[in-house]
């Protein structure tokens, strides 16, 4: 059975720092990884999306890697703001219209 | 841009009543999905819609039932509601044709099941 798994669990970091959160998962067989972000009480909003094609993907001030011989993916966020403070989820799909979501990383960026 | 929406952001029911959570998208999307999110338990797949009247079981199908007469819209169930049933409930819809598309949620509807 796919596991993903995210770790910190939570994180909190000073505004301005660059930081990764990770994400792995036990299935290689992967079609796409989709990176989340979730404000408390509220919807996941799709950050980015790396087919098993591509290596990366690039948005702003957020770059997603993904590493399918090692079952990795990471979201670097680059100079962080207090706004970026929200639980981020990484899901993986793989030969199914089903995603298999880890239980996020909640960070928080202190002003 | 997507829009998915749900019916109702916050919903409070007495156990044993017929609760309806809909579901609207507007990017004519064949597939359609129910999650349920839990503290400590991330999200979990309850049913899935591949295509109008089309179903599928997700991980935790028990308790909930769908409808999907029309394309754009996703009808979860829950026909007795359990105190157990309390929580965030997501729906999600993304393009048809495989995979490999990106899924797209709606704000959510926290019930509470008193």
């Known amino acids: 059975k796919q596991e993903v798994t995210q770790i910190p669990a939570a994180l909190s970091v000073p505004e301005g720092e660059n930081l990764v959160l990770n994400c792995s998962f036990t299935?290689?067989?992967?079609?796409?990884l989709q990176w989340f972000r979730q404000d408390p009480g509220k919807g996941l909003t799709s950050l980015l999306l790396i087919q098993s094609s591509q290596r990366e993907q690039t948005s702003g001030r957020l770059n997603a890697s993904l590493d399918k011989s090692s079952g990795r993916s990471t979201l670097y966020i680059a100079a962080s703001q207090p706004g970026d403070s929200a639980t981020y989820l990484c899901?993986?799909?793989?030969?199914?219209?089903?995603?298999?979501f880890g239980k996020g990383t909640k960070l928080t960026v202190n002003p | 841009d997507v829009k998915v929406t749900q019916s109702s952001r916050y919903l409070v029911k007495r156990t044993g009543e017929k609760v309806f959570l809909e579901c609207v998208q507007d990017m004519d999307h064949e597939n359609m999905f129910w999650y349920r999110q839990d503290p400590g338990l991330g999200l979990r797949l309850i049913y899935f819609?591949?295509?109008?009247?089309?179903?599928e079981k997700g991980d935790i199908p028990e308790g909930y039932s769908v409808s999907r007469e029309k394309k754009e819209r996703f009808s979860l169930i829950l026909e007795s509601a359990s105190t157990n049933q309390t929580s965030m409930y997501l729906c999600?819809?993304?393009?048809?044709?495989?995979?490999?598309?990106?899924?797209?949620f709606g704000p959510g509807t926290r019930l509470t099941v008193t």
């Open positions: 299935d290689s067989a992967i079609y796409n």
């Open positions: 819609s591949y295509d109008v009247k089309m179903k």
């Open positions: 899901c993986f799909q793989g030969g199914s219209e089903k995603l298999v």
């Open positions: 999600a819809s993304s393009s048809g044709g495989g995979p490999s598309y990106e899924q797209y």
